[in-house]
């Protein structure tokens, strides 16, 4: 819905309505001005869908720019932006925001309720070959959306269409020589697509900071933490303070627009949760790059806490590569992480966590072999990019957790 000015202010009260904050206004990238306004005249703008195309009614950059030479400087932010592209429906997302009780308003964007998503025909082929035999296409892309795309699973139900497209290439960015390009098309529920709003309680200042550079950081950290507080699926790409958001905007007047404005307190970044880290999904060059690079050693030496030492290389020419590696990792208690197990994928921690740069152990599953493949470990982290499944029990090996007698030659 629409809102007056006045009804704004009676919903935020007038403390917060009749705040001043400033942002930027954009007409397009070479073109940005500051605008200073009250919370409750901001709101109303921003809840106001007006008709045409995505650009038809400008941007809003969260931050004040510098007007001095150094152009495109980000000085001072009164609000923070979060977009959830992924999400669950419109009432779940406002649900979520009451509940967090800070004042904000939402809006759906331009590409709010697309019911068709394109995926490259190769990346979509090589994901069903990654997911294993006797797999329909619908139910591999079904699957893609949620698990490598992010969508609310609510996206899939009642499964999805999908259709061989040849893109030609104007429609496409121009990166390949090629002049078409194949994609499958998905047809599937409307997405989601909002835009939240969140006024500051105390402005972001980037002369708080050393350095530019560590002001943006900052910046974009909030962002983070923000929709780590939010808890749903957001776009990360979009946490700088100089990204150009569109302001609300509809195709025409026949699709369905949404906006609310909700009360609550003023954000204090202060109170915000650190960033969750981000979740590592399934990527086609990510995995024919570790395909290539990871060379099985010609020997392995590992000795496991019984003193027993053996040649992992060898074992994986005879029963190694039928090992059951789940069975054995269950058996052995091994350390799972929070996502346990998705799509064929058993979450563990990484044996090889030690020499992971930040420590953390996540990102790391493995696939338990199937009828005509062995199977494999994967790690997200790039210190176990090059290394072969086996580095990993040779790791679980070192460090106690599976010996020789016990799992693998027994
Ligand atoms: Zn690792």
């Given at each position: 819905m629409a809102y007056t000015e006045?009804?704004?202010?009676?919903?935020?009260?007038?403390?917060?309505?009749?705040?001043?904050?400033?942002?930027?206004?954009?007409?397009?990238?070479?073109?940005?001005?500051?605008?200073?306004?009250?919370?409750?005249?901001?709101?109303?703008?921003?809840?106001?869908?007006?008709?045409?195309?995505?650009?038809?009614?400008?941007?809003?950059?969260?931050?004040?720019?510098?007007?001095?030479?150094?152009?495109?400087?980000?000085?001072?932010?009164?609000?923070?932006?979060?977009?959830?592209?992924?999400?669950?429906?419109?009432?779940?997302?406002v649900e979520r925001l009451r509940g967090l009780g800070w004042a904000c308003c939402a809006y759906t964007t331009a590409s709010h309720g697309a019911t068709a998503t394109d995926v490259l025909a190769a990346t979509l082929e090589a994901w069903k070959d990654h997911l294993g035999d006797a797999l329909s296409l619908g139910a591999a892309a079904s699957r893609y959306l949620i698990e490598v795309l992010g969508h609310d699973p609510a996206v899939a139900l009642g499964g999805v269409r999908v259709e061989k497209v040849a893109l030609t290439k104007p429609a496409i960015e121009r990166k390949a020589r090629q002049t078409t390009v194949e994609v499958y098309r998905l047809t599937h529920r409307p997405i989601t697509k909002v835009r939240i709003v969140f006024p500051l309680e105390k402005p972001w200042l980037a002369k708080n900071y050393d350095e530019y550079r560590l002001a943006k950081s900052d910046f974009s950290d909030l962002v983070m933490r923000l929709g780590t507080a939010v808890g749903l699926e957001f776009d990360r790409s979009c946490s700088n303070p100089n990204s150009l958001f569109f302001l609300p905007t509809i195709p025409d007047n026949k699709g369905r627009a949404e906006s609310i404005v909700l009360a609550g307190k003023l954000l204090d970044p202060a109170g915000l949760p650190p960033a969750a880290p981000r979740t590592w999904r399934w990527h086609p060059d990510g995995a024919r790059k570790r395909a290539k690079s990871r060379e099985m050693p010609a020997v392995l030496i590992a000795t496991d806490r019984d003193g027993k030492e053996d040649d992992l290389a060898e074992w994986f020419t005879g029963p190694g590569r039928r090992f059951a590696l789940l069975d054995a990792l269950e058996d052995a208690g091994a350390e799972t992480t929070e996502r346990a197990e998705s799509a064929g994928h058993h979450h563990f921690q990484c044996p090889r966590v030690g020499y992971h740069t930040n420590g953390r152990g996540d990102g790391f599953f493995v696939e338990p072999a199937g009828i005509k493949k062995s199977w494999h470990a994967y790690c997200c982290h790039d210190s176990c990019q090059d290394e072969h499944d086996l580095s990993f029990i040779a790791a679980w090996i070192e460090s106690g957790v599976l010996t020789w007698a016990d799992h693998l030659r027994k």
């Open positions: 006045q009804q704004i202010l009676e919903i935020l009260g007038p403390d917060i309505g009749n705040r001043t904050i400033s942002y930027s206004w954009a007409r397009n990238l070479h073109s940005v001005s500051t605008q200073t306004r009250t919370i409750a005249e901001a709101f109303s703008i921003w809840t106001k869908h007006a008709v045409g195309a995505k650009s038809a009614a400008g941007s809003i950059v969260p931050a004040v720019m510098s007007t001095s030479k150094r152009q495109g400087v980000a000085v001072e932010a009164n609000v923070l932006l979060l977009d959830l592209d992924r999400g669950p429906s419109w009432p779940r997302i």
